[in-house]
């Protein structure tokens, strides 16, 4: 069975830092690119990074760029969120996803379950 | 930016057919992919590349895009259905874009 598992979540101050984790299993991880999706309590799915299967690409949102970083261990099948100066704004649940390109486009087939980050003091 | 806009909720008869739009500039000349998402759960892939269904998803759901709209009809809607639908486009310039989202109520 294809499976993405989050970690890493937790309750941090202001300023403060997390790192999330998300293992795959059931398929060649190495293989895939993967994004993580955030959604705010509440609120709709925001796109917030995305990593190529060989790490020679990496996007981020403009709500993270600079504070947030994506990176993957193949030979762990994990994917990786380093969250730095972290803001109230972050508060969410993360979402690990296999992202697959197609023509002119591409959409996350696999999500996990997802980690709740919350940002408070 | 990109913005995709869908109605915050449609409501339709158990039964009927449901529509959800995703509206945006251009949008038919994108390739429009819908998530359903039920409460407390991750979302789930329900039509990629406008119409084209994922393994497991049932013939009921199907995807049309043209214009400035995209929609995602949902036949003979059942309770089950009862969830928020996302659209999601990939731009050039603003990446990954989704929708803000539609509750879809089955009376």
């Known amino acids: 069975e294809v499976q993405l598992v989050e970690s890493g979540g937790g309750l941090v101050k202001p300023g403060g830092s997390l790192r999330l984790s998300c293992a795959g299993s059931g398929f060649a991880f190495s293989d895939f690119s993967m994004s993580w999706v955030r959604q705010a309590p509440g609120k709709g799915l925001e796109w917030v990074a995305f990593i190529s299967a060989s790490q020679y690409s990496i996007y981020y949102a403009d709500s993270v760029k600079g504070r947030f970083t994506i990176s993957r261990d193949n030979a762990k099948n994990s994917l990786y969120l380093q969250m730095n100066s972290l803001r109230v704004e972050d508060t969410a649940v993360y979402y690990c996803?296999?992202?697959?390109?197609?023509?002119?486009?591409?959409?996350?087939?696999?999500w996990g379950k997802g980690t709740t980050v919350t940002v408070s003091s | 930016s990109y913005v995709l806009t869908q109605p915050p909720s449609v409501s339709v008869a158990l039964g009927e057919a449901a529509r959800i739009t995703c509206g945006g500039y251009?949008?038919?000349?994108?390739?429009v992919h819908w998530y359903q998402q039920k409460p407390g759960q991750a979302p789930v892939l329900v039509m990629y590349s406008d119409n084209n269904r994922p393994s497991g998803i049932p013939e009921r759901f199907s995807g049309s895009n043209s214009g400035n709209t995209a929609t995602l009809t949902i036949n003979r809607v059942e309770a089950g259905d009862e969830a928020d639908f996302y659209c999601q486009v990939w731009d050039n310039d603003s990446d990954r874009v989704f929708g803000g989202g539609t509750k879809l109520t089955v009376l």
């Open positions: 251009n949008i038919g000349s994108k390739n």
């Open positions: 996803a296999r992202d697959i390109p197609a023509v002119l486009t591409y959409y996350m087939d696999v």
